[in-house]
């Protein structure tokens, strides 16, 4: 299973193909949707969003509301282009730098200089354009398909906030059912109504200072099997690929699975979950402090995974760069940004979770077609 994505994020659409989906997996395309308006929502955005209203259209891969084995090609519009057409045209156009609205101030934080620096580009928009966070969109897409595969198996997925800058949300036990609705009635994806008034006002500050600020996103996975991802191998530990997954994602500076960096400050007694056994419900752990991963396989607890973004780097206030051009200093100008996004982040790690896991999940119960995988499933059950 694997898929590539293309596109930038002034161009026409963003677009993907996914490759080794099952045949006759029956595709949901409002719930795929509605992972993509999901993705949208969140305290803190910017005017983007107000443009944007992000719907997957299918080209390719699935008739008649079933996958056919064959790759699936999808594709995101962005609404924003027909602003830009001129700009982000692929055939030569007349005019000055204005007209191209070449960029040759590269933002801190960003990945212009360095994208511009080793790609030979003097036009600092070739990086920008690609590098932008708008490719989440299509690998939430990606991760919603992997969502209504796993789903097929009784998975279900979740995440919430856990910080947004100073203001972290109370620790709670809610099964995952009311963690979801919870979080989606919530415009910071927080669970507790007091710690959401919190980060509103807080963002609110941050964005009247001219700054931006990042946090904490948490994706809890439930209703796997354990033996998911291998420990013989170090690129088949699902925690690893699952950490790659998570620090591809824009503006991501950190992941921890389970109680994660903790576990640095406390005794081996005090962290490992100890092994229970109950006819109904098998072997389980009596605590999930090591996050659902022992040996870099699922071990049938709930996946927990924390991500931690950084502030947007785009800013209102400005900071210290050189220009390419005249190499002085200038203060980066006023530009259209997020205040803060990681309510969406927490979607897009989600997303990416969620696919890592589907692949494991294939790589385990391969077959060609869903019935030869539920067929493989239910036998591994059995031996277990
Ligand atoms: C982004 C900058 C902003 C965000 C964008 C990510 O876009 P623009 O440059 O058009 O104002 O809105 O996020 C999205 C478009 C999205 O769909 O999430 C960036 O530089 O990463």
């Known amino acids: 299973l694997r898929f590539l994505t293309a596109g930038e994020t002034h161009g026409p659409q963003l677009t993907t193909i996914i490759e080794g989906l099952p045949s006759n997996m029956k595709i949901d395309f409002d719930a795929l949707n509605f992972q993509l308006h999901r993705r949208q929502k969140g305290y803190g955005r910017g005017r ?23 790759p ?20 030569p156009i007349e005019g000055n730098d204005e007209a191209k609205r070449r960029v040759h101030r590269p933002r801190p934080g960003h990945a212009d200089l360095n994208g511009g620096l080793k790609y030979n580009l003097k036009d600092l928009r070739n990086v920008l354009e690609r590098s932008s966070a708008r490719e989440t969109t299509v690998r939430v897409a990606v991760g919603a398909i992997a969502r209504q595969f796993l789903e097929q198996f009784g998975v279900k997925v979740a995440g919430q906030v856990i910080r947004i800058g100073e203001i972290e949300a109370p620790p709670h036990s809610l099964p995952i059912d009311e963690l979801i609705e919870r979080t989606e009635a919530s415009s910071v994806r927080v669970v507790d109504a007091e710690t959401e008034k919190k980060m509103e006002a807080y963002i609110d500050q941050i964005k009247q ?23 013989v191998q170090y690129d088949r530990k699902l925690d690893g690929r699952i950490a790659q997954g998570v620090m591809s994602i824009n503006a991501f500076k950190g992941v921890e699975v389970g109680i994660g960096f903790e576990a640095g400050e406390l005794r081996g ?7 229970m056994y109950s006819e109904e419900r098998g072997y389980y752990r009596a605590t999930n402090r090591l996050g659902g991963f022992e040996g870099g396989m ?20 400005p900071l210290q760069s050189v220009d390419i051009d ?15 996004a990681v309510p969406a982040a927490s979607v897009v790690m989600e997303h990416v979770v969620t696919w890592e896991v589907a692949k494991a999940f294939l790589e385990k119960f391969g077959g060609d077609s869903m019935e030869e995988i539920h067929a493989n499933y239910q036998n591994y059950l059995k031996q277990l």
């Not at 995101?76 to 055939?91: F, G, L, P, S």
């Not at 699922?298 to 206030?317: A, C, D, Q, S």
């Open 48 to 70: 983007r969003m107000q443009i944007e209203k992000d719907t997957a259209q299918i080209l390719g891969g699935v008739r008649h509301g079933y996958t056919t084995g064959a």
């Open 298 to 317: 699922t071990n049938g607890m709930p996946i927990v995974v924390r991500g931690v973004m950084k502030p947007i780097p785009t800013l209102y206030k």
């Open 326 to 340: 005249t190499k002085e200093p200038f203060t980066a100008q006023v530009e259209r940004s997020d205040a803060c």
């Open 209 to 231: 200072e001219g700054d931006s600020i990042g946090g904490v996103v948490e994706c809890i996975i439930e209703g796997l099997p354990v033996g998911l991802g291998s420990h």
């Open 269 to 275: 007694s005090q962290v490992h979950d100890e092994i």
């Open 72 to 91: 699936v090609a999808l594709v995101v519009e962005n609404k924003d282009w027909t602003h830009w057409r001129n700009i982000m045209n692929v055939e």
